[in-house]
């Protein structure tokens, strides 16, 4: 099984069972914790960190294949996939830029003004408990798509080109 998962792990096409996918899914986990740590480890080895840069762009590749073939084995359509992108994107954009209005609050509020630094703070995290919420809802609409992929079953029939 793990021979077919590796064989087609960049095709778009066909579909996959749930035993696969989840396979597929802890092994590009583990591909990309380990390339991660590789790249925070505060080494200056611009070649490790390239190489381990290059693991995970292909590694999202082929998770971005196994998601849109575990959808097709639930007869649904692979641009699925695209719009809980462009969702969790938003929210990860949004976050972003609430943290960083955070930043720049507290910083203006310094600088600019006589307001103690507890009144800075306070302004900084309404903007902080923003982002933080956004956060938190990106992370639950994740977790919940991929609970919903790895556990509802898929199609069982003759068109059915799984990988088995």
Excluded at 36 to 53: H, Y
Excluded at 125 to 137: D, Y
Aim: hydrophobic share 45%; glycine share 6%.
């Amino acid at each position: 099984m793990i021979s077919k998962i590796r064989k087609n792990c960049f095709s778009f096409t066909g579909r996959i069972p749930q035993k696969p996918f989840i396979i597929a899914v802890i092994i590009i986990f583990i591909i990309q914790f380990v390339s991660g740590f590789t790249i925070g480890s505060g080494q200056n080895n611009l070649f490790l960190i390239s190489i381990s840069w290059l693991i995970i762009g292909l590694s999202i590749i082929s998770q971005l294949s196994f998601t849109t073939r575990r959808l097709h084995d639930l007869n649904k359509s692979g641009w699925v996939l695209c719009g809980m992108l462009i969702i969790i994107s938003v929210f990860s954009v949004a976050a972003d830029y609430y943290s960083q209005l955070a930043g720049t609050t507290y910083l203006d509020l310094i600088r600019k003004s006589n307001v103690s630094v507890t009144i800075a703070k306070q302004a900084a995290g309404k903007f902080m408990s923003i982002s933080e919420t956004l956060e938190f809802a990106r992370n639950i609409i994740s977790t919940v798509f991929f609970l919903y992929l790895s556990i509802k079953k898929g199609n069982t029939g003759e068109k059915n080109e799984a990988i088995k």
